[in-house]
């Protein structure tokens, strides 16, 4: 299998993104799409997109060894900007690598957003915001997984009032709401809940930025929530 490696451009993104957010109010969208990249956004449809990251997940899972990426050829072509034909908010976790799980993909294809729990809080959502209507990214997936060391933090909290150190504890504030929904249900607590807080996660997207609403609205984007198994690799799109 390959190995794909850091990318920097995420970093530099993360650098320029408040410049860039806040260039919006004052040259409007246009003109920051314009200065974001120099490579025309991806032709992928919502639909299209969705059954590319389903064909690579494919992959990886009973073909891991095609994986492949010319990493200097690649990088080489994206010096002028990018156009990620996918956005994904997923978990910190180690074992939860997008590019990887997808298929392989290689740089520039992903938009990628992460965080311990995969929640949308307000870097999260601008960010989610900028490659949806600046990069042209037409699908967003919120990523759950398995055995999320979040989810199970949260759910400690609302079954036995666990008080966590840090800022872990304010972290999982945001998953706390689908604990306390999902308490008593049948099945796995902690599966019960990882399902439910990402659900929660992409309508939680879809009703509070007004830009991605807009654009789910003409067609543009579509917000699906899935959930990757650590155990066999699959990736199970829900909704």
């Known amino acids: ?46 639909d299209e997109a969705l059954a590319k990251l389903k064909e690579g997940n494919a992959k990886f899972v009973n073909a891991p060894e095609l994986c492949a990426s010319n990493l200097g050829m690649k990088r080489d072509a994206l010096t002028g900007g990018q156009a990620p034909w996918a956005t994904v908010l997923g978990c910190a976790d180690s074992r939860v690598h997008p590019e990887m799980i997808f298929g392989g993909l290689e740089l520039g294809e992903l938009f990628v957003c992460r965080n311990a729990g995969n929640m949308a809080d307000t870097a999260t959502m601008g960010t989610i915001e900028y490659g949806a209507a ?69 309508f939680r997207i879809s009703q509070e930025s007004a830009i991605v609403s807009r654009l789910v609205g003409e067609g543009k984007v579509k917000i699906v929530y899935a959930i990757y198994s650590l155990d066999t690799g699959v990736v199970e799109f829900l909704g």
């Not at 408040?18 to 314009?34: E, F, H, P, Q, R």
């Not at 759910?155 to 008593?184: H, N, Q, S, W, Y």
């Open 1 to 46: 299998m390959c190995e794909i490696c850091n990318q920097k451009s995420r970093r530099k993104f993360l650098a320029g993104s408040m410049a860039g957010i806040a260039a919006v109010g004052m040259m409007g969208w246009s003109s920051v799409t314009n200065a974001a990249s120099k490579l025309a956004p991806t032709s992928l449809m919502p």
């Open 134 to 202: 600046v990069l042209g990214s037409p699908l967003i997936v919120v990523l759950g997984h398995e055995k999320c060391g979040a989810v199970q933090a949260a759910c400690e909290v609302a079954e036995k009032g666990t008080e966590l150190p840090g800022f872990i504890g304010p972290m999982v504030d945001d998953i706390l709401p689908a604990a306390i929904a999902m308490r008593g249900k049948e099945g796995d607590f902690v599966s019960n809940v990882i399902h439910e807080s990402a659900k929660r996660t992409a």
